[in-house]
């Protein structure tokens, strides 16, 4: 879909969001996300603690939420200023981005991210995508 119109049908949606998604149709994404990563580490007998991690499709904060333990500092990027507003409400972001996932992992320094991730369905990278 076009950008413009995510970011519209997004930012129209930001005031009921979580409401929406987490009470009236059980969304368990973050949760779901939280419990591979904690697996994988189990399995690779790494500690399940992040410095710094980048929320690729942010919305309103509910990976962040998840992720509170064990991450010490989030960078969020969302197309969406309506649900950067909300994201920001929460007090876990040190930055919020508002630009497209792909544009706003070029822009981040990756030094020191320990982790990147993603609750939303729209977060298909290319495969030739590097940074």
């Not at 939280?34 to 991690?53: D, M, R």
Request: charged share 20%; aromatic share 10%.
């Amino acid at each position: 879909m076009p950008p413009a119109y995510v970011r519209l049908l997004f930012d129209q949606y930001a005031a009921t969001f979580d409401t929406a998604l987490v009470e009236r149709l059980g969304y368990r994404g973050p949760s779901v996300l939280f419990e591979a990563v904690l697996s994988a580490c189990q399995a690779h007998q790494k500690p399940a603690n992040f410095k710094h991690a980048i929320d690729l499709g942010c919305g309103t904060g509910l990976a962040a939420v998840a992720f509170a333990k064990t991450v010490d500092q989030f960078n969020g990027i969302d197309l969406s200023p309506g649900m950067i507003e909300k994201a920001r409400a929460t007090g876990l972001y040190a930055e919020l981005k508002e630009t497209d996932m792909l544009e706003g992992l070029r822009t981040t320094p990756d030094s020191g991210v320990d982790l990147v991730l993603s609750a939303t369905r729209w977060s298909m990278l290319p495969s030739s995508f590097r940074f």
